[in-house]
């Protein structure tokens, strides 16, 4: 267990809908980080969050969204979903966001678009 | 394009049998080089990373990679695998031309089975 949790676990949406995942990160940690992991890929970046601001970004259309709270808990918004969009949501969280932080991730939520 | 290669996507070996899994990344300039392991229902956790120095790293659980830079590679080796060590294996990178923030580059993953 790292610490940083997902909700929800599952989800399911059709396409065109919009859906909200949810991250709290460790204790103590000030940066989030969102990837998305389609079926039989490695992890792939989406985008950093820095108190409150967004630090850094993947190449994801700006359907994909985010937010992060001032306790440091972020949700990961995304419009008008795609098909391939079906994936699982990994958020990781770190101490702070130089690149030689560690990166903890959390369990995941497994998004499936119909 | 910039890029984390890993050579077999699935790897089966028996107990007690020597593992190697290669990674090569594209990147010039300096990076930062990890491996994570992602056990069957759990999260994703770190094994080992390499940030400078010794080229040679040392992991939890008995794993090691070398980072050799004039190959770009950052291969994970252990000796005597285990059952318990059946999982999904992902070597990532994070170059230094994202000094200001911590983004990760993955490969697509090996899946080993230790068989019994």
């Known amino acids: 267990e790292t610490g940083v949790t997902q909700s929800p676990t599952h989800l399911i949406k059709t396409r065109g809908q919009q859906v909200t995942l949810r991250c709290s990160s460790q204790s103590g940690h000030n940066t989030v980080s969102w990837y998305q992991q389609a079926l039989g890929q490695g992890p792939q970046f989406i985008f950093q969050?820095?108190?409150?601001?967004?630090?850094g970004r993947g190449n994801f259309p700006p359907r994909f969204s985010g937010l992060q709270f001032p306790n440091y808990s972020s949700e990961l918004n995304v419009n008008a979903l795609e098909l391939d969009d079906s994936a699982l949501y990994l958020c990781a969280s770190s101490l702070n966001r130089g690149r030689n932080n560690e990166q903890f991730f959390g369990p995941g939520t497994r998004l499936t678009v119909l | 394009a910039q890029s984390v290669s890993q050579h077999n996507h699935h790897v089966i070996l028996s107990e007690a049998a020597s593992l190697e899994l290669g990674c090569n990344y594209s990147?010039?300039?300096?990076?930062?080089l990890f491996w994570y392991v992602q056990y069957p229902g759990q999260h994703l956790q770190l094994l080992l990373k390499y940030f400078s120095g010794d080229p040679l790293v040392k992991g939890i659980k008995g794993f090691e990679a070398e980072f050799i830079k004039s190959k770009f590679s950052f291969n994970l080796r252990k000796p005597s695998v285990q059952w318990s060590d059946t999982a999904e294996y992902f070597c990532?990178?994070?170059?230094?031309?994202?000094?200001?923030?911590?983004?990760?580059?993955f490969g697509k993953g090996t899946m080993l089975l230790v068989s019994p």
């Open positions: 990147y010039g300039g300096t990076v930062n």
């Open positions: 969050y820095y108190r409150e601001e967004e630090n």
């Open positions: 990532a990178v994070n170059p230094s031309q994202y000094s200001g923030y911590s983004t990760l580059t």
